[in-house]
């Protein structure tokens, strides 16, 4: 039951690129919160926390839930910020050169103040 509800919630959570890539990386995040999640699961059960299978169940999928969300999210933020970058390239070349500007001003300026005091 909890698997259903699991799958029911995860399905929509879909990444902004090609469906290939996107199965490859929803696998590889699925895989690492289901790995972390039975981990976790396991230290309970050892520790005397939960006992019997619906709890052991419930957990489970709960945290899996709520690491997949979140690495999902901190996925699809780099995917998103990726795709600005390449499709703005002018604009974030401007930004990474006036940035670095700002930064060999504000070294020098500190420069000068410390030689002078």
Excluded at 5 to 20: A, C, T
């Amino acid at each position: 039951m909890f698997k259903f509800i699991y799958e029911l919630l995860m399905d929509p959570l879909g990444l902004p690129i090609d469906f290939y890539l996107e199965w490859l990386i929803l696998v590889a995040i699925d895989q690492i919160s289901y790995r972390i999640a039975f981990d976790k699961v396991g230290g309970m059960y050892n520790s005397g926390m939960i006992s019997g299978s619906s709890a052991g169940s419930f957990f489970h999928f709960l945290i899996r839930s709520i690491y997949f969300v979140g690495i999902w999210a901190v996925t699809y933020a780099i995917i998103w910020i990726g795709k600005f970058a390449i499709v703005h390239k002018t604009i974030m070349l401007n930004i990474l050169i006036g940035l670095a500007v700002i930064v060999v001003v504000a070294i020098i300026v500190l420069c000068i103040f410390k030689h002078f005091k």
